[in-house]
Each structure stands twice: as structure tokens, then as C-alpha cells.
């Protein structure tokens, strides 16, 4: 990994000089456009509205227009900024954990230790697992001011960026204004339900299923050209879901259960069988759905 951007973490008088890093990365397969009569490849220009020039990077700068007067940023008045110049990552306060809501989660990044000695680093992680706290720190990177949720994971301090609260919108539903009435036998099959799909959660357990089938479709593209036939790549599709069809949800539920735990007892009997265990067997079993594992 490559840093992106090099500071200091502070609280109080502690400082504590890091690098940054992206701890994120997209795994979608490259694709870009053509034209679909001749394949020729599309490319988009920066062409100047006044001499018609292509313009390189380098010679772009940015403007406000407020409807009757334009000015011009160019990349000077952009980084005299007091922001822009401060390399500072500044705690603002430490907030207990459950607060942070995952809604404003953004973008994360990893935060390595930029010094001889690492010991203000581990001591600021130790302290917030100690104490159960996530800090919140202000900072700026690539012109944007950047609220953050910096916390722990694993040995490492990670740097969460938090949407704006302004950035969140409200959730009103009309539908969800009417009282709606839960009876106790709904309330105790769908638990049931849950439990029956209960298990650990492990990441790696699951894949990107589109990503893996367009791969494959690449693969025999290339493999056969315009003669492929998609029916026996993936065979042939499923016909459309009726959508609107009312169910009865006491039923729908009662199935449900039956078909997860049916499902449940399946996989017990291939992996244990002759161990006399029973449903009972074990406090914790896996997940009862199926899950896309990884392409081979």
C-alpha cells in the first residue's frame, strides 16, 4: 500500500504523527464503452467552450458561477487555505461507541505510525479499547473538510469519515404513520425464523456473485465470441416474479421456518453423522441460507 497523506493525530498536547492509507479498494471488473456498431472505444474530452481545444489537467482550474459573475479558484488560492495547509488530524472529543451511527459511515482509512517510536500510537489504541470510546477528529484532505470517526481495529487505529449531518436526509413514510398491529404468535414465528438463520458472521464466507458471473461471461466471450449462447454458460433465466401477489404472512412465516430448519437438519445429518447430537448439539450453528461462496 501507498500512504495518501501524511499528519499528526492530536489530543491535548499529545501528538502523534501517522500516514494515512485507503483500507478499502473496489474489485469491479474494468469495463469501458464502445460503440455498439463498430466497437470503437468512446472516450470523453475536455474540450474549452470558447477555442474548441482539448485542455490537459495541468491547465484546469475551477470556478464559482452565482448566476451573474464567475470566479476563478486556481490551485494557488486553493491550497493557501488555513484548512487545506493544516496537517492535522485533531481529536475533538471521545463519544462512547454505541453512538456512532452506521448510517454516516463513509470512507476508511488505516492509520500507520510515522515515528522511531510507536508508543504514543498503542497508547491512544489501548485507551480507547479500554474505555470503549470512538474519537471524533476534524481534519482535511483533497480540499474537503472531514469529520471522522477514528476507532480500533484489530492492532491497527482506523479513520472512518462521518457524512455531514446535513448530508443525512430524513426518512418519513407515509405507510409507516399508520398503527399496525403485531400479534404475539407473528412476533414469536418470526423470531423463530431469525433463529433458525442465525449463526457468526464471516466475511470471507461471502463473494460478489455479479462480479464473479461477469468474469465468466468475459471468459466465454473470449473464448467463443459472438457464437456464445448465455443459455449454456448460466442456463436458462427464471421466469419474472409475479411482484405484486398478496400472501398470507402467518403462512408465509410457518414455511419459512420449516424450510430453514428442514434445511438446518440436512447439513447436521451430512456432518454429523452417528454423533447422537441432535438439534440440541451444539450452541451455535451455521447460518441456515444458502451463501455464494467464492469462484474457484
Not at 462512547?96 to 497508547?123: F, G
Not at 430524513?170 to 398491529?181: C, D, M, N, Q, R
Amino acid at each position: 500500500m501507498r500512504s495518501i497523506w501524511k499528519g499528526a493525530l492530536t489530543f491535548g498536547l499529545v501528538n502523534v504523527p501517522v500516514k494515512v492509507y485507503s483500507a478499502t479498494e473496489d474489485h469491479d471488473v474494468p469495463l469501458h464503452q464502445v460503440h455498439a456498431a463498430d466497437g470503437g472505444r468512446i472516450r470523453y474530452q475536455r474540450i474549452c467552450e470558447i477555442d474548441g481545444e482539448v485542455v490537459p489537467y495541468a491547465d484546469i482550474d475551477k470556478a464559482y458561477d452565482d448566476g451573474e459573475r464567475t470566479v476563478v479558484l486556481t490551485k494557488e488560492d486553493l491550497a493557501s487555505l488555513p484548512a487545506e495547509r493544516s496537517r492535522e488530524i485533531e481529536v475533538v472529543e471521545f463519544v462512547p461507541s454505541e453512538q456512532i451511527d452506521l448510517l454516516t459511515l463513509d470512507r476508511a482509512y488505516y492509520l500507520e505510525p510515522d515515528s522511531s517510536s510507536p508508543k504514543a500510537y498503542v497508547l491512544l489504541r489501548k485507551t480507547l479499547e479500554q474505555t470503549d470510546r470512538t474519537a471524533i477528529v476534524r481534519f482535511s484532505l483533497r480540499q474537503k473538510t472531514r469529520l471522522a470517526a477514528l476507532r480500533v481495529r484489530g492492532d491497527v487505529l482506523v479513520l472512518q469519515t462521518l457524512l455531514w449531518a446535513d448530508e443525512v436526509r430524513e426518512a418519513s413514510f407515509p405507510a409507516l404513520e399508520t398503527e399496525v398491529k403485531i400479534s404475539d404468535k407473528e412476533l414469536d414465528l418470526s423470531a423463530s425464523l431469525v433463529e433458525s438463520f442465525s449463526g457468526d458472521f464471516d466475511p470471507a464466507e461471502y463473494t460478489d456473485a455479479y462480479q464473479a458471473e461477469l468474469r465468466t461471461l468475459i471468459e466465454a466471450k473470449l473464448d467463443k465470441g459472438d457464437a456464445l449462447d448465455t443459455s449454456e454458460t448460466f442456463g436458462e433465466a427464471e421466469g419474472a416474479d409475479s411482484g405484486g401477489e398478496v400472501i398470507d404472512l402467518m403462512e408465509a412465516l410457518r414455511a419459512s421456518v420449516e424450510r430453514s430448519r428442514a434445511a438446518r437438519g440436512a447439513s447436521g445429518d451430512k456432518g454429523s453423522a452417528g454423533s447422537g447430537s441432535g438439534d440440541g448439539g451444539s450452541a451455535k450453528k451455521k447460518a441456515a441460507p444458502k451463501k455464494t461462496k467464492k469462484a474457484s
